[in-house]
């Protein structure tokens, strides 16, 4: 009886504490803004944070352990870039944020109580996908680097048609006018050089003549 009342003891007492804990991840914050990793705690009494540790896709950026000095420990990871001065135990202020800062950032807690020689400790664990631009990724990022700011939808585009009126000569490539300047006109085909009647007459009695020599040479040769 005794030891079943010891066993019951000892896990109440391991599994009571005081603390609470309330975390924030943005899920979809904007291309290029600044991001607050939150991880608000409250202690209990006698309460203290053992081991703090960020991380992202598995991999730590911070580690902070409240005893015996508030040590933090920070490393250096792609797409976290941490503003330290801003930062803080409950506070991880990340600048600037983009396509490689988007992914899995996590959070686990030791919290530990008692005295030397007699401690506890509580494990608490948190995590949260971060899609840098949401669902509009790709817009969020083109309005963030467009002179002036302002949306796609208000942008007008304007085509021009290049063409020429009859009788203004050949129309103008617009792919040359980029690169040219203008394409240059199609040379004009040379003109059939002209034949005198008279010339055209002698020609056609010349070849007759001919045909005829033939016809008699092949009789000729025949008969």
């Known amino acids: 009886m005794w030891t079943a009342l010891v066993i019951a003891a000892l896990a109440l007492a391991n599994g009571a504490h005081g603390y609470n804990v309330d975390v924030v991840v943005p899920a979809s914050p904007a291309y290029g803004s600044t991001v607050n990793l939150e991880a608000n705690y409250q202690m209990g009494p006698g309460e203290y ?3 703090m540790t960020w991380t992202k896709d598995g991999q730590v950026f911070m580690t902070y352990s409240q005893r015996p000095d508030n040590v933090f420990s920070w490393r250096t ?40 020689g007699s401690i506890s400790t509580s494990t608490y664990n948190y995590a949260q996908d971060m899609l840098v631009g949401g669902g509009n990724a790709l817009g969020e990022r083109f309005n963030s680097r467009r002179p002036g700011g302002g949306s796609v939808g208000g942008t007008t585009t304007t ?9 203004s000569g050949p129309a103008v490539d617009p ?12 040379p004009a085909a040379p003109a059939a050089a002209a034949v005198p009647a008279a010339g055209l007459a002698n020609a056609i009695e010349q070849l007759q003549n001919a045909q005829n020599k033939l016809a008699n040479a092949l009789n000729a040769a025949l008969g």
């Open 49 to 51: 944070i053992q081991d």
């Open 77 to 116: 990871l792609r797409g976290v870039d941490i503003n330290r001065d801003a930062s803080s135990p409950s506070l991880v202020v990340l600048n600037n944020v983009d396509d490689s800062a988007s992914g899995s950032y996590g959070v686990s807690m030791i919290i530990a109580s008692g005295s030397v």
């Open 159 to 167: 085509i021009v048609q290049h063409s020429s009126s009859a009788g």
């Open 175 to 186: 792919l040359g006018s980029r690169f040219g300047g203008g394409a240059a006109a199609a």
